[in-house]
Nanobody
């Protein structure tokens, strides 16, 4: 079955960096969109960044543009989220998700995604 396993979360000071990884297995992800979402306590899950598995096109939330970079290594079936200049408001559980082909315009919508990882905690202290 499909598995998405996140790693790389932790505690970091404001201004610091972290790199999250999402190891994907269980099927081929051709033409999938791989997304990173986050959810802070008491808030809805929100889109952070996405990447087209085959063509490599990327998408970002305005709140992270210029600070976060999403990438993928097709050979390793892994998606990364490099997070720089972290802020306390970036504190959340970060989730990796996979969206099957079709309706690409819905890449910001959590319910459009078919598979989810278990999440990894990112805490940014001030």
């Amino acid at each position: 079955q499909v598995q998405l396993v996140e790693s790389g979360g932790g505690l970091v000071q404001a201004g610091g960096s972290l790199r999250l990884s999402c190891a994907a297995s269980g099927r081929t992800f051709s033409n999938y969109i791989m997304g990173w979402f986050r959810q802070a306590p008491g808030k809805e899950r929100e889109f952070v960044a996405g990447i087209h598995w085959t063509y490599g096109g990327t998408f970002y939330a305005d709140s992270v543009k210029g600070r976060f970079t999403i990438s993928r290594d097709n050979a390793k079936n892994t998606v990364y989220l490099q997070m720089n200049s972290l802020k306390p408001e970036d504190t959340a559980v970060y989730y990796c998700a996979a969206k099957s082909p079709g309706g690409e315009y819905r890449y910001r919508v959590p319910t459009a995604y078919d598979y989810w990882g278990q999440g990894t905690q990112v805490t940014v202290s001030s």
